[in-house]
Structure formats: structure tokens, C-alpha cells
């Protein structure tokens, strides 16, 4: 999973290092560190700090989101021409 934090529009509430301490951490008062390719294992924690963040500074890849929103929605297996 790739992410991008908009570090100029963070304002450091850390609400994503608290969510998802293995991804995101507080660099003293303001700094921001983070994970920019992140484990799969963490995705749940991740989605959870993006939807968090006050300031939306937390970007997750497109492309990752639509391979997550197809894998969810097709998990029943392709259709046949039967």
C-alpha cells in the first residue's frame, strides 16, 4: 500500500500515530514520520488514520484503493456465459 502525507498541510494532531503507530510517528511536537509503503496487514489501521485526520493530509494510493473496493465487492468469483 503506497501513501502520501501532505507534510505542508499537516498540522501534527497525530491522530494517525495514535491509529497506526506501526505506519505513522510523531517526530518531536510537530514532525511527522511515516511508512511510505506500508504492510497489507496494516490497511484497516491505515484507513482508519486517513479517515481521522482533521486536516485530510493522508493520501493512499488510487490505484490501491480501487484493487481494495474490487477485491471487497468481488469476492463471489467471475461470472460464466453459461
Known amino acids: 500500500m503506497r501513501l502520501v502525507v501532505d507534510l505542508n498541510r499537516c498540522q501534527g494532531y497525530a491522530q494517525c500515530a495514535f491509529l497506526a503507530p506501526d505506519v505513522f510517528a ?39 484503493l480501487a484493487a481494495t473496493a474490487t477485491a471487497r465487492s468481488g469476492a463471489g468469483g467471475e461470472a460464466s456465459d453459461g
Open 26 to 64: 510523531m517526530h518531536g511536537d510537530e514532525g511527522l514520520l511515516y511508512d511510505p509503503q506500508a504492510e497489507d496487514a496494516q490497511r484497516e489501521r491505515v484507513a482508519q488514520a486517513v479517515a481521522a485526520c482533521p486536516v485530510q493530509a493522508i493520501l493512499v494510493d488510487e490505484m490501491d
